[in-house]
Each structure stands twice: as C-alpha cells, then as structure tokens.
C-alpha cells in the first residue's frame, strides 16, 4: 500500500494568513501567539505570514470568503473562541462559525484550518489557549503545514 501523508516542513515560501475573532481577545491573542510560533517553527518566513482581525467568530467565515478570494493566499489558519453563556447565543455562534468555515474551505479546495475554540467555561478556554491541554492555536497551524504538504505531494 502506498501512503501519502504531509510532513511538518515549509519551504519559507508559503503565504498563509492567520484570521483572529478576536471577540476574548484575552484567549484568541494566546492562540495567535501559538500558530505564529509554530509557522515560523517549521521554517516559515514572517514576511509571508499575515494576521487578519475580525470582531469575533461569526465574522472569521466571511474574512476567509474574502482572503480566498483574493488568491493571494497558500492555507489559511482560523483562530477564534466561543464561550458558553446563560442564553442559546453560543449554540448560534459556535454552529455558523463552524458551517461556514468548512463551506468557505470546501469552495476554494485550498487548506483551511479550525481552531475556533467553542469551550463551555473560561477555563476550559484558557486551558486550550496554552496552558494544560496545549495551544491549540499552534495545533491549527501545525494541520496548515501538515495539509499544505499534503496537497503538494498530491500534486495539487
């Protein structure tokens, strides 16, 4: 059986954007730190990597429509967080964030990754953002590498 997988390599000529809700900025800042960190890790140049700002998570699929469109990026990295409340607004934000990244993906076929947290309490959120569980800002980013890869050695 052949197998085909991406390795964690960048050739420093990728250009991928990071796109940031920063709606809890106080975790979505942690999660940027941690795709950054891991882009330039894997031998990225920071020259070739953009940070794009929205209001929140509902607002990171139009954002991605948007950079897709443009052409000028490889892979986009999608960072976010969504925090249970008292009311059925999380159940709302959380879904549409979610559908429409993977649409937005979908349309383009080019490598999109989700790391919009969606997280019942603020601890859970903070956990995520580098603490006991890990960043799972680096983790979005590390899948981009790995996709990217991937897509080359498929040919595409």
Known sequence: MNVIEGKLRLNGDEKIAIINGR??????DRLVEGAQDAFLRHG???DNLDLLLVPGAFEVPFALEKALASGKYDAICCVGAVIRGATPHFDYISAEATKGIATV??????PVSN???TTDTI??????AGSKVGNKGSEAMITIIEMLDLYAEMGN
């Not at 709606?23 to 979505?28: E, P, Q, R, V």
């Not at 993906?105 to 080019?110: E, H, R, S, T």
């Open 44 to 46: 990225g140049n920071a």
């Open 123 to 128: 601890e859970q959120a903070i956990e995520r």
């Open 23 to 28: 709606f809890n900025h106080i975790i979505t």
């Open 115 to 117: 790391g919009v947290l």
């Open 105 to 110: 993906a979908l349309k383009y076929g080019k």
